[in-house]
Structure formats: C-alpha cells, structure tokens
C-alpha cells in the first residue's frame, strides 16, 4: 500500500496522465490486461469529467486489499471543488449529459465496470467518486457486502512512496482497523507502515493493547512508526481504541464528535509502559475515522448526514479533499480511514 499515485486533472494532457497512472497502479497490484482495461477506462471517464463539468480535479490512485481479502485491488478517487451534480441519478444514467459535445455515458460506464463504485456530490460544493476494480470481474463474482472500512492514502509533495498506511482484518467477531505513519516519508518510512500492516493481519485475533506490543517487536528492525488500533468487537457491540504516537482518531455517536487520546511514543523505537485502552459503545449511527498528522489538527468532522451515510471509502476523501487546497496544501503524507458499522449494502452503492 506504500505506492500512490497522485494527478492533477486541469487540462486535457493530464487525462493521459491519470490513465498511464491507473496502467502502473494495476501492474503493481498484479492485475491482468482485461481488468487494467476496464481500470483505465473507469479513469479516463473520471478524469474527463473533472475537466468538463468541475473546472479540474485530481486524480489519486492507490492499490487496496478488496473485502474478500484475495490478491490486491486498485482503488480510484475522483475529488474536486466544483459545481457539484443536481441529480446523481440521472448522472449515472447512461446517455445523461450536460456538456455539449459529450456522449454522457461515463459515469454509467463507471457503473457497470467497477467492482464498486461509490458517488457523492453537493451542488455549489463539489463530487467525490471512487471506484475499486479487482482481479474478477464485477458481472463474474458473488456478491459480497460492502466493506465496513475505506481509506485514502497521498504522499507529501506527490512522491511515488507514502510513509503512511492502514489495513483492515476480521477474526471471528472482531473487525480491527489500523493506521500508521513511518516515522518520516519516502521508502523507509513506507517499509515501517507496511510492516504494520503485515503484523496486524497475524495479530487481529488478540485485543489492542497486545497487538501493539507484538508490532513494536516486528518493527524494531525499521525506524519506526505512530500507530493506532481501533477494535469492534460486534458481538458485545464495543469499540475498543489504542494508540502509539501522533496518528488521530474521533469517534460520531449520537451526533457528537469525540477525540480519541493516543501516549506519546513510536512503535519500534520508544515504546510505552503503558498503554491506555478506551471501551466505547458501538451503534449502529457510530463512525470512527482515523488519521495521519498530515491532516490540519484542526480539521472539521463532516457533519452533512447524507456523507455519513456513504462508503467510508468516500467519507475519508471527503474528508481529505475538504482538509486541503491549492492554497493550503497537505503539508506532509497524509491517510485518512474510516470504519463503519457493517451495513451489508450493495457494493454498487450510488447514495445521492
């Protein structure tokens, strides 16, 4: 997950850009030529579109473990400030059009293609699209429920390695999401956050604080990283949070947004004696969303009940695309990622 791809869309040469991106995005994640057609068609669309209806966008590319937790998937994003879409589901209508000289097919086309695809916009405020392809196609699988978890990953400056990274894994009844930042950015930093990731996946039978433990062992070897461990158990219907360092969290219950502490440390170098443990109720309205320091520190939670409501894919760029411009640029890597309860929706979830 270290490698991201990242495109500016503010003229016609950069639809080419953000298509060659997607080609590398599937080489890296091992998928074949059909599928890496369908992943540079879905971004040719997305990326046109930016330029036709919203004045320019970016593109971010970034490779994904799929819910059914085989192989790698590439995850597109679509993040603009536009004018936003008045009917999104006209909008994905095939033949829907509101550009002059356009098929209006594309977003239809993104549709169908994608294993899952996901769309939000607020006119006067903006669209945020995502779209996953897998390695099967989507007519060629078994349904499965969407994923109770989503993320967005950029590197400072739009490098090809991002320090940061997140993962998800079941055991049982317990769904377990983390987030870690490499101390510093570039390849080392990645190495740190990916090894993270890899301890998670032979540690998310055990609870938080114990899971901590076993990283700061795995990533001795490394410089290092700022983790936080976020656990449900869904059979107690409990919300367990702990964290090593600097990586954000806040919990939506009820309509109130709450921070969640992490001890100060790094996982790998300075490890606590100690490590604090927060048991919280987890309803079915619950949201958690956790974050790198790239993100402001005084970033605002979305409060627009229709965006909750979406594929945590789509509220953590939201949230990443709001936190950020052109005129207040992320100022280092930056990951945001959300978990939610497990709904069980479609995975071709179109919400307005």
């Known amino acids: 997950m270290s490698r991201v791809w990242e ?3 503010h003229d016609s040469t950069r639809v080419r850009d953000a298509r060659m991106a997607v080609r590398e995005a599937c080489a890296h994640a091992g998928l074949a030529a059909q599928r890496t057609a369908v992943a540079e068609l879905v971004a040719t669309e997305l990326a046109t579109n930016l330029l036709k209806h919203a004045d320019g966008g970016r593109m971010v590319v970034n490779p994904v473990v799929p819910p059914a937790g085989a192989g790698e998937s590439v995850q597109l994003f679509s993040l603009d400030h536009g004018p936003g879409i008045a009917d999104v589901t006209a909008a994905l209508r095939d033949g829907h059009t509101t550009a002059d ?4 097919a594309g977003l239809g086309s993104c549709l169908r293609s994608a294993n899952a695809f996901h769309l939000y916009s607020v006119p006067g405020r903006g669209t945020v699209a995502t779209a996953r392809i897998d390695a099967a196609p989507a007519g060629r ?3 499965a429920a969407q994923a109770p978890t989503g993320g967005i990953t950029v590197s400072l400056a739009q490098a090809e390695q991002c320090g940061d990274a997140w993962g998800w894994v079941r055991s049982g009844g317990l769904l377990t999401l983390l987030l870690a930042d490499g ?3 570039g390849a080392k930093a990645a190495h740190a956050s990916t090894a993270a990731v890899a301890e ?3 540690s998310a039978h055990l609870p938080p604080e114990d899971i901590l433990r076993r990283m700061h062992t795995a990533l001795r070897p490394t410089r290092g990283a700022a983790v936080s461990v976020a656990q449900v158990d869904t059979e107690r219907a409990e919300l367990s949070f702990a964290g090593v360092g600097n990586v954000g969290a806040r919990l939506r219950d009820s309509d109130t947004w709450t921070s969640l502490v992490t001890h100060p440390g790094i996982v790998g170098a300075y490890f606590p004696a100690h490590i ?3 048991r919280m109720p987890w309803r079915r309205d619950s949201l958690l969303v956790m974050h790198s320091d790239g993100l402001p520190s005084r970033w605002t939670p979305p409060e627009d009940p229709l965006l909750l409501t979406h594929d ?4 953590a760029a939201a949230i990443l695309r709001d936190a950020g411009s052109a005129a207040r640029p992320l100022r280092d890597d930056t990951s945001v990622a959300v978990l939610a309860p497990d709904r069980r929706t479609s995975t071709h979830d179109s919400h307005l």
Request: charged fraction near 15%; charge should be positive; glycine fraction near 14%.
């Open 7 to 9: 495109v500016p869309v």
């Open 101 to 104: 000289g356009s098929l209006g």
């Open 141 to 143: 699988r078994v349904p």
């Open 183 to 185: 101390l510093g950015h």
């Open 200 to 202: 998670l996946r032979r």
């Open 276 to 278: 604090p443990l927060r």
């Open 312 to 315: 945590p894919s789509v509220v």
